[in-house]
Structures are given as structure tokens and as C-alpha cells.
């Protein structure tokens, strides 16, 4: 079993930037792929971004261009560098790792006032 421990998060403006921090602990060696989803109130938890162990990396549509994933595999950590934040960039942002199973972070709230 792999525990993950998020931080960042917040309020922010419109346009504005905000950096997202997991780190994986326990069971994190059989760690294959690290990334984070996102889950608006009233709408169904969406992958954000995902950096699998090959270096491959997903990201959503619309995050392209303005959000970057990073990844630690040494120190077991995954990062969300957010910028040019919108307002439907607002949700609990949960970091996941995906090894024998896949485990998910308590989530971190980002909220961007428009």
C-alpha cells in the first residue's frame, strides 16, 4: 500500500499560479505511474495529468500548455506546476499513485475567484 501526502493549494486570482506536492511513502518502490486528478463540486473526478515511470506523460485537454507535471522518482514526489489559472480550474486536486492498486491523496482544495 502506498500513502501520498499532498500540499499546495489555496485561493488564487484569475490568471494566477499555484503549485501542487505529493509525496509517496510505504509500499513506493512498486509505484509504476504518479499524477494528479481533479474533482469539481456536481462533476466526476477527471485525470489531470499522469507521468508514468517511462517518462510517457498525459495531460488533459484542457490543461495543456498551462499546467506541468513533475516527477521524483528517487524521492518518490509528483508536482502540478498550475499557471494561467481559470475559474473552472476550481476543485479538490487528489494525487494518485498507481502500483499494484491505486491509491489516492485526502486532496487538496484549489479555488480560483474570477
Known amino acids: 500500500q502506498v500513502q501520498l501526502v499532498e500540499s499546495g493549494g489555496g485561493l488564487v486570482q484569475a490568471g494566477g499560479s499555484l503549485r501542487l506536492s505529493c509525496a509517496a511513502s510505504?509500499?513506493?518502490?512498486?509505484?509504476?505511474?504518479m499524477g494528479w486528478y481533479r474533482q469539481a463540486p456536481g462533476k466526476q473526478r477527471e485525470l489531470v495529468a499522469l507521468?508514468?515511470?517511462?517518462?510517457?506523460?498525459t495531460y488533459a485537454d484542457s490543461v495543456k500548455g498551462r499546467f506541468t507535471i513533475s516527477r521524483d522518482n528517487a524521492k518518490n514526489t509528483v508536482s502540478l506546476q498550475m499557471n494561467s489559472l481559470k475559474f473552472e480550474d476550481t476543485a479538490v486536486y487528489y494525487c494518485y499513485a498507481l502500483s499494484t492498486r491505486g491509491d489516492w491523496g485526502q486532496g487538496t482544495q484549489v479555488i480560483v475567484s474570477s
Open positions: 507521468f508514468a515511470r517511462s517518462g510517457s506523460i
Open positions: 510505504g509500499s513506493a518502490f512498486s509505484i509504476s505511474a
